[in-house]
């Protein structure tokens, strides 16, 4: 080991989440394990690293996640272990494993990494709230899980939040359509960008997506998946656009949408943030995915599901100035300067009635307790001096407005703030 300083630090493209911001973190948490509830999903934690070859077989070994920003290792015991990169895989291989009832619909909130070149709103570690449901192929799932995120954002206050929608067919259709693409794409070779003029032949459909000006040109011009949709395909995705209006969802097609990972079938969206940088502006996305259980190794079953990245949606907040959260305040702050065990008591009573009571430590004067109790943004103090100790009492100020304060023997004034409605 060298000798050379060391400042401990996050790594790189990581951040800690610290209060007071971590309240609002939690408030992002509980609005949407709320909805995810109402909507009939259950929570799921899954490890945070699977059998590398989950994610190679379950996402493609094309996909950039895969081949380019996985954070894979051998263990101790030899076995070839990746940190999950995204959520999906993972629910589906516990669902393999444990065939709970179907439909099985999942929701998580949890840490995905990728070694990506950070930046705003791109990050190694970073965190998703998903859902996923497995074992219907039924359109009114797609309706219903689109409208979830979609109703999530407008109710953290997003107005200004696109929906854009596609359809990736299925294995009946793709194929044939994926080959009419590549004759137009090796036609039109040079034209392509730097990246995609060498490498189109691995991955076609990701031309679609490319941002650069010479795969936009050839890719315009050239064939669009949604006229080569099978009967079925086409009648599922003109099922979930019009369904998805009726229930007050508007949607924009867009034919250039192809997501990052090999498992998508039918219908795949995303939201996007118009407040936010257009690079990093994706603040969810999903997609159906019929073949991934099979893909790995379970039963033919299909799934859809969605991601929403919380350091994103978080910055569109910023962007949009909606859904501040406060930091919570202590109800009361009790002060005791005859040597703590008064406060100890206290607050443990009120604290196991679920009231938020503070309390200051170290034996502190009366003035400097007061001074932290103020600071703390509690509502009231309870004072307990000599006087108040030797009589049993209890002096409560008002320390946010002003109020006479009032002396309470201890008995009145657990009653009065451990009961409802003593504001
Ligand atoms: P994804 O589009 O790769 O999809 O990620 C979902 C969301 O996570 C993105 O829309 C974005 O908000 C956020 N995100 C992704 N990468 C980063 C990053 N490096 N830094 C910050 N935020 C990021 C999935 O992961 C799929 N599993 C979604 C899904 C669920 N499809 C079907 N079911």
């Known amino acids: 080991m060298s000798e050379e300083q060391f400042t401990p630090q996050a790594p790189t493209g990581t951040h800690d989440v610290m209060p007071p911001e971590s309240f609002r973190w939690q408030a992002l948490v509980a609005k949407f394990a709320s909805m995810a509830t109402a909507y009939g999903f259950g929570l799921v934690h899954t490890p945070m690293f699977e059998d590398v070859r989950v994610f190679h077989r379950g996402l493609g070994d094309a996909a950039e996640v895969v081949s380019k920003e996985m954070y894979d290792f051998e263990d101790r015991g030899g076995r070839h272990l990746a940190l999950r990169p995204e959520g999906t895989a993972p629910v589906v291989r516990a669902f393999i494993q444990h065939r709970p009832a179907t439909p099985f619909k999942a929701w998580y909130a949890s840490p ?169 502006n994706a603040i969810g996305g999903g997609g159906r995915y019929d073949g991934l259980v099979e893909l790995l190794g379970g039963p033919a079953t299909p799934g859809i599901g969605f991601g929403v990245g919380m350091e994103r949606v978080l910055l569109a907040c910023d962007a949009e100035t909606t859904f501040s959260v406060a930091a919570p305040t202590p109800r009361v702050f009790v002060v005791d300067v005859t040597g703590g065990t008064h406060a100890r008591t206290l607050v443990a009573t009120l604290r196991q009635a679920g009231v938020f009571a503070e309390r200051a430590y170290d034996s502190r004067s009366m003035k400097s307790q007061l001074k932290v109790a103020d600071r703390s943004g509690a509502a009231f103090a309870a004072i307990i001096g000599e006087q108040e100790a030797a009589s049993g009492s209890v002096t409560i100020r008002a320390l946010r407005h002003e109020a006479d304060q009032e002396t309470l023997s201890v008995e009145e004034f657990l009653t009065r703030f451990t009961s409802q409605g003593d504001q």
């Open 112 to 280: 995905s990494f990728r070694y990506e070149r950070p930046q705003a709103g791109r990050y190694r570690q970073h965190h998703q709230l998903g859902v996923e449901v497995i074992g219907s192929d039924d359109a009114d799932l797609d309706i219903e899980v689109i409208e979830l995120a979609s109703r999530f954002f407008r109710d953290l206050g997003l107005q200004h939040v696109v929906l854009k929608i596609n359809s990736m067919g299925c294995s009946a259709c793709r194929p044939a359509y994926v080959e009419q693409l590549k004759v137009h794409l090796q036609a039109h070779e040079v034209d392509l960008c730097d990246e995609h003029g060498e490498r189109w032949a691995s991955n076609p459909l990701r031309v679609l997506d490319c941002k650069k000006p010479g795969c936009i040109g050839v890719t315009t011009i050239g064939p669009m998946l949604r006229d080569h949709l099978c009967a079925a395909c086409a009648e599922h995705h003109h099922h979930v656009v019009a369904g998805l209006a009726e229930v007050g969802v508007d949607s924009v097609q867009d034919d250039r949408l192809v997501r990052g990972f090999d498992y998508y079938t039918r219908t795949t969206f995303e939201f996007a943030a118009t407040s936010l940088e257009s690079a990093q």
